[in-house]
């Protein structure tokens, strides 16, 4: 059974740059949810998908960001004009369901470096 | 929404000794759920406590939920090296509201 999966694991982008980031939710899983993590800090939640739907895009940055969830292929988190504090891991979890009893899966992350 | 609120945010333990970490909630909590995250590694479902007064065990580690729903504690018994990494706590309100962790250093 394949856990979540997160590519690249990491990316180097100089500002200014677009950053793509991919997720694939474990299999039966049609929930994602998009985490950022700053070094020594918890992490914040970003945007919760499912199929082709932003159910909850309220932890997201207004400008430069947005993810989406297509019928086929991986969740996208985008990052248009990447400036330096966007560096961070970006954490992709999924659940078979929503609600508040389910446990979420995460994937291994996304390193983000802007120079 | 929720904020969630850990202490201490580091923790240097001597193998062998026990230590506890405090997760406090501004708001009552559905339930809470408790998460490890080892260096460079990504957060693992540890356990999820929903009754008032909840206590749960696994091998060394003892979660409890308070009796307000508002508070819970990660207490474990007998440090060992493998329990090096950062302990999380998080509401669960569909979105997990992390707190900032407690880092856990291990001196052998």
């Known amino acids: 059974n394949a856990g979540v999966m997160q590519n690249p694991r990491h990316l180097v982008r100089r500002r200014g740059q677009e950053a793509r980031l991919r997720c694939s939710p474990m299999?039966?899983?049609?929930?994602v949810y998009w985490y950022r993590q700053l070094p020594e800090e918890g992490l914040k939640f970003m945007v919760y998908l499912q199929k082709e739907n932003i159910i909850d895009e309220s932890g997201m940055p207004k400008e430069r960001f947005s993810a989406e969830f297509p019928k086929e292929g991986p969740s996208i988190l985008r990052i248009q004009q990447v400036v330096r504090g966007d560096s961070a891991a970006y954490f992709c979890?999924?659940?078979?369901?929503?609600?508040?009893?389910?446990?979420?899966?995460f994937g291994p992350g996304t390193r983000l470096t802007v120079t | 929404g929720q904020q969630v609120m850990q202490i201490p945010q580091y923790q240097h333990v001597q193998e062998g000794e026990d230590f506890t970490t405090y997760c406090n909630s501004s708001t009552t909590l559905s339930n809470i759920q408790w998460y490890k995250q080892r260096p460079g590694g990504h957060p693992v479902f540890l356990i999820q406590l929903v009754k008032s007064g909840e206590v749960k065990k696994q091998k060394r580690l003892t979660f409890q939920f308070g009796e307000a729903k508002k508070n819970s504690s990660l207490h474990i018994t007998a440090t060992q090296t493998t329990d090096v990494g950062t302990y999380f706590c998080?509401?669960?309100?569909?979105?997990?509201?992390f707190g900032a962790g407690t880092t856990v250093t291990v001196r052998a």
């Open positions: 979890a999924s659940s078979p369901e929503s609600g508040t009893t389910y446990e979420q899966y």
């Open positions: 998080a509401g669960n309100d569909y979105k997990l509201s």
């Open positions: 299999k039966g899983h049609s929930h």
